[in-house]
């Protein structure tokens, strides 16, 4: 009789495996990027992603970065704020974003340059991040039913806040689209996700 076969690696499993077997892609970190609709489920994937990974993967939110009167208009914070000191092996400081105060507020975060940083968003592989990324992921839900799971959590007192949202994000993604360039693409299922090689794959 033949022994059975081992079983195999979830998706995540899987997925950390490859992430963690790429070579550097910034300094001696590999910048790994979650982009997709509002949404699209990137924050839940990605902290599921992190524990896959292990030992406490840093992940950078750009919903800490972005503000309400520069929904997109980061790319100069990420990269004097987290991409030079990471770039150097160096700890990445930053504070956050306060959405209901509309400022930098809070303690002082610490993103260390660990062999894997996740950096999760919508614009997190856009054309100035990409020559800096290991992997581009993409959640494949599509905009309307994205925004629509997006409103229905954050309820009818987001209504005007979505409303313009939803015009910059369009915007956005018409002058920089991140889709074209994304390696994997992630599909969410009620059995989990699944992860597909995307449009710019090369594994």
Do not use: N
């Not at 009789?1 to 997925?15: E, F, I, N, R, V």
């Not at 400081?93 to 959405?99: G, H």
């Not at 610490?110 to 856009?126: I, M, N, Q, S, T």
Request: net charge positive; with cysteine; glycine share 10%.
């Amino acid at each position: 009789m033949h022994a059975p076969s081992p079983a195999s690696p979830s998706p995540l499993t899987a997925l950390a495996r490859r992430l963690r077997a790429r070579p550097p892609s910034l300094g001696p970190v590999r910048l790994v990027a979650v982009d997709g609709h509002a949404g699209s489920g990137k924050t839940t994937f990605t902290a599921r992603l992190a524990e896959a990974l292990g030992g406490g993967t840093p992940v950078l939110h750009l919903d800490d970065l972005a503000t309400h009167d520069e929904l997109f208009a980061w790319t100069d914070r990420l990269r004097a704020g987290i991409l030079t000191p990471l770039s150097q092996g160096r700890t990445a400081r930053y504070r956050a974003y306060d959405w209901t105060a509309r400022r930098f507020t809070g303690p002082e975060r610490e993103l260390p340059a660990a062999p894997v940083v996740l950096l999760e968003g919508v614009g997190a592989g856009r054309r100035a991040l990409r020559p800096h990324l290991a992997c581009l992921l993409w959640m494949d839900l599509g905009r309307s039913d994205s925004w629509g799971r997006g409103q229905l959590r954050d309820g009818e007192e987001q209504a005007e806040f979505w409303a313009g949202w939803m015009r910059a994000e369009r915007a956005h993604f018409a002058a920089d689209p991140t889709r074209p360039y994304a390696e994997l693409l992630v599909r969410q299922s009620s059995l989990g996700y699944e992860v597909l090689p995307g449009p710019h794959g090369t594994d």
